[in-house]
Each structure stands twice: as structure tokens, then as C-alpha cells.
């Protein structure tokens, strides 16, 4: 079986997590007097080849507690014209006099807004504002229920792909013969995703869906689209604001990527950011009883390291008859480095490792891939997460420049770094990329609030930073606090200007910091 860098290539940029939020929020089904959505779309003038978008009666489902419909959409907006495609759109209605809608997405690549919006609702807005507001959550095209991104028949294949280590010696990490081993791996799955896809393939680049997002829009019958955008989400936001930056209504970006970064800027961001969270968590966990590791906090993280080698080395068989090798630990431990909350699990985690039980850790990176127990995919997440990096932006092919990466990657991340380097899933896509990396000012545009947090692992702070400096009317707000994405947590700083700026169009004069 082929021998993937599986680090960068999971990780590139991780959806926002439903960690922390409770499932069946919404009401089991919609309250007496919320009918179905009333959009009156805005009847601008469009293109005839888009008459039929723009002009399309959207039908309703009731979906316990939320409206469900589908949108038709070109499949390629160069090309409208020619074949179309289905978003899967969900609308959870104002719960009192509405104003509007906010259009949301949790982030991904991949995962599904229409989803989040089914299940935490409730928990994406503050009450005052999904008063006034429809919140809507929407699947981007190749995601979920949307026309899908699929890479396999079989999900086995697809899971040995993922899991499986080859048997034998492994060659030198970085050498050529360990790059090429990589380039195999990344061209099965490359082929698969083009096999079972097809050419709609080709189409699932973000600046794709900012215009399925324009479609929404003027379905809504707003004049102005209000977003909220969580960790990809705030590409898919900025992205918006560059193309239609005139339509940007109250937008806020939270946990941000910034547009400008390529695919290694982007990777070193990450690594920097999943290594500095880390190093919190080995703090904490050194201050307690059940911390596997001792000695000061250079000596755990060295610890950490020699523990990945090992399983690189030497995996542990589990059960079920599967090897937990050091792929699926760092997996696993990033997977618990989102919210502090999650800081006990991974100490479990990492102390059955040590004594030789890999079945903790397993079921931690299989269910951050959305894997179920009988080895099934429960989404189709890391298939679109991979495939709309590689429309976003080129990927890194040349031997000598993934090891001069690697070298810098491995300085910022001398813990975590060596799970982060090699060559990309997408060094042999079977498309050019659609978008290419740049500075977006958005002229015009209604202030964009952008959040990050000092100690977020998967979007580093500095990317909020430099997305709020190069908006013109950027505003930022610096939140010290752990964990990925912090609107609506809890902490009245950051919430207060938030829903003040959903619900009056009133954004803070200044930079914050809370």
C-alpha cells in the first residue's frame, strides 16, 4: 500500500470544531408560526446564462427544527452556461421579528454548514441576534450533501490509503526515495478523486463557491451578504469581499487565514501554531499527578518527539489487528489541542501509548477523520479538505525547496514540525490551481471584523493579524485565550461588539484586545 505524508496533508487548514457544543439544540420540530423561508429574491439584473440561477424557487423541507432546501448552481461560474450543481442549504429561521439572514460556515475544507446549523444552531449566535436573524448554513460545493467530492468505491481502500504502513524498512526521512515513495501515494489518491468525480473536480476552488455564496445572497433577497466565518470560513469570507466587495454586509471573520499565504507559509503557520499550543498543554500537564511525562517542560516535549519516533519505529498493534503508528499519534494529539477543555483526554491519551495501548489514540484521529467504527467514512470531509487546498494554491514540487521547507518548518516546530513536512497530496492534482495566493483589500467594503486568539493551534494569530492590516476596513480583535475560534465562548469582550455589529451595523471604532 503507498506511504503518505499524512501530516500536511490532513491538516493544511482544519475545520473549525464542534467541540465543545452540544448536539440536538434545535427544537425536534420548527415552532408553531416559522414558516417556511419567504426569500423574495433581489431581481437584479444578471447575465441571460444566469437567469436561471438567480430566478429559481427554492422548496422546503421541514428538517426537525430547521428548513432544508436545495440551490441550483453552475457547476463552473466561467462557464455557467453549461452543466449545473446542488447546494444543500439549511435555515435555521429568526426566532423573532427577523431582519435579515447571516450566512455561516465552520470552516474545513469540508465540513458541512448545513450540518453544524442542524445540530448547534442555537450555539452559533447569541440569542439577541438569531432573534432578528435566519441563521443558514450551506454545504460548499463537493461537500456533503451538496454534489459531492468522492475519491473511493470501496472505503477500505481509502482507509488503508490513510492508515496502512507499508511493511519493510522505511527509506530516510526527506531523502529522494522517501519523496517519491510520497509522490506514488499522492498520485493514488490524485487518480482516485479524478475516477470517481470527474470533472466537476476541477471546480471546487474557493473563488467557485464565494460566487455560489453571491447566489445565496440574492436569493435571500439581501442587498448586502452578512457572514460569519470561522477558521476556512474566513477564506471563503475574505474571498467574498475581494470579488464582491461592494455586496459585503456585516461580516465577521473568526480564527483567520490569511488569503496571501502559500501552501508552505501556510504549513509553517500551522506548525508554529500546533507547537506552541502543545507547549501549553505540556505546562499544564506537568503540574498534575497523572502526567506521563516528568522533568521540566524541554524534557517532555523531548519526550514527546522520542514517543513518535518509537512509533515510527515500532507500531503498536491494537485489537482489532490495526498498527498505531507515529501518523496516527500526532493525529491524535492535535486532534485534542483545540479547546483547553480537551487538555485531560490527551493526557490519557498519551499515558496509554506509553504503556503500550494504542486504542485511546485510534479513536481519537479516526474520529477527527469522521471515521466510524466499522471503518466507514461518516463525510466525505478529508476528501474535499485535500481536494480544495489544491485549487487554492500551488503546491510545492521541487525536492531541494520541500527540504529547505522542511528545515524551517522543523525550527518553528522542532516537537511537531517532522509530522508537518514532505511532499503535499497535491503535487500531482490533476488541475491547475484556480486561485492564487494574494493580499485582499476589499476597497469599499462595510467593516470585517476579524477575531484571533493569541493560542490558537490551527490558524495562527499572526494570519488574524495580517488579515485585519490589509483589509481596508479591517477591525481586529485580539482575544488571549486558548483554543480555535472564540465568538460566542463565553467571554463578553470579545461577544458584546460581535452582536452589537450583527445587530446594529455598529462595528468597534478601534482594534480590541479582551
Known sequence: MHRIRRGLAALAVVAASALGLTACILPPSLPEGLGAPQWAPTGEQVAPELQRFYGQDVAWDDCGGVWC?????????????????????TVAPATGERRGAILYNPGGPGASGADYVRSYGDQLLHPDVREHYDLVGFDPRGVGSSTPISCYDDPQEFYDWLWEIPEGPAPEPLSDEDLEEQLESAQWFADACLEHTGPFLEFVGTEQVASDMDLLRALFGEEQLNYLGVSYGTLIGSTYADLFSERVGRMVLDAA?????????GTLFQAAGFELAYGNFVEDCLTTEECPFSGSKADALAQTRALLDQLADDPIAVADGRQLG?????????????????????????????????????????????????????DNSLEAL???????????????????????????????GPDFVGVGSCAVWPFEPTRVPHEITAPGAEPIIVIGGLNDPATSYQQSVELAAMLESGVLITVDAEGHSQYNNGNRCVDAPVNEYFLTGSAPPADLTC
Do not use: H, K
Open 326 to 378: 507515529s501518523s496516527a499519534l500526532f493525529i491524535a494529539i492535535a486532534a485534542n489541542l483545540y479547546a483547553e477543555w480537551q487538555w485531560g483526554g490527551l493526557q490519557e491519551i498519551l499515558a496509554d501509548v506509553q504503556a503500550g495501548r494504542g486504542e485511546t489514540a485510534f479513536a481519537a484521529a479516526d474520529e477527527y477523520y469522521g471515521i466510524n467504527p466499522d471503518g466507514s467514512f461518516a
Open 386 to 416: 485535500i481536494s480544495v487546498n489544491c485549487l487554492d494554491a500551488p503546491a510545492v514540487t521541487d525536492f531541494d525547496e520541500v527540504r529547505a521547507n522542511a528545515e524551517a518548518i522543523m525550527a518553528a516546530a522542532p516537537t511537531l
Open 257 to 265: 487565514v490569511a488569503p496571501d499565504t502559500s501552501d508552505f507559509e
Open 69 to 89: 432546501g436545495t440551490v441550483s448552481a453552475p457547476m463552473d461560474w466561467n462557464n455557467p452556461s453549461a452543466d449545473a450543481i446542488e447546494l444543500a442549504v
